[in-house]
């Protein structure tokens, strides 16, 4: 079975700096989806940012961008020029590819806060 | 608008009263699903439906039943809630067997307290 961790229960960043959220997660599948999703709190699930597995280029979406190391089974999100709005849970998730699986595993969420 | 619709949004019952909260989606998804979510525990698959008439166990099913009668709705029922099912849970939906285009569209979450 895959699992995701996130070693960082919370995080805070200054508001306009860069902050680093951290995930690993444990497969023995060759292809599959990895997301971040973002949980304001509203409570809505809104994804954030998106990988897939067989394309080595790192996916980048405005401010927000992953570090995917597959070897290393890493997956990080990198968010830059931080703001308040950007105060939120986080969550990694990851999808297997084949087989019609459309079940998310997630991880255990990385709070964040953000100073101004 | 592509949405998934829950409700309730907040529900306070008391043990043993049968509950049902409703999900609905108006995109023609195949695939639908109920997760729970807890401190410190993410985001748990409760049951999942492949279509109409198909469902089948996620990782946390006790205690929950689910029915896909309608290709739209996919109803999450505890018959006899118990006090270690206060949670938030959320409808997902997504299209099946579409690889890259199955992207995961959520409810807004239902707040449960069994007392």
């Known amino acids: 079975a895959q699992t995701v961790t996130q070693s960082q229960p919370e995080m805070s960043v200054q508001e306009a700096e860069t902050v680093t959220l951290s995930c690993t997660y444990d497969?023995?599948?060759?292809?599959?989806?990895l997301f971040w999703y973002k949980q304001p709190p509203s409570r809505q699930m809104i994804l954030v940012i998106r990988q897939e597995a067989y394309k080595q280029q790192n996916a980048t979406e405005n401010r927000f961008s992953v570090n995917f190391q597959k070897a290393a089974k890493s997956f990080s999100l990198k968010i830059s020029d931080s703001q308040l709005g950007d105060a939120a849970m986080y969550f990694c998730a990851y999808r297997s590819a084949g087989g019609g699986s459309e079940k998310l595993v997630f991880g255990k969420g990385t709070k964040l806060t953000v100073n101004p | 608008e592509a949405q998934v619709t829950q409700n309730p949004r907040y529900l306070i019952t008391v043990t043993g009263k049968k509950l049902t909260v409703t999900c609905s989606q108006n995109?023609?998804?195949?695939?639908m699903s109920w997760y729970r979510q807890d401190p410190g525990l993410g985001l748990r698959q409760i049951y999942y439906s492949m279509n109409v008439e198909v469902t089948d166990k996620g990782d946390v099913p006790e205690g929950y039943k689910v029915s896909r009668k309608e290709k739209r709705n996919f109803p999450l029922i505890l018959e006899s809630p118990s006090p270690n099912q206060t949670s938030l849970y959320f409808c997902?939906?997504?299209?099946?067997?579409?690889?890259?285009?199955?992207?995961?569209?959520f409810g807004q979450g239902t707040r449960l307290t069994v007392v």
């Open positions: 995109m023609n998804h195949e695939y």
């Open positions: 497969t023995s599948e060759s292809d599959y989806y």
């Open positions: 997902a939906s997504s299209l099946a067997y579409r690889g890259w285009q199955d992207e995961a569209f």
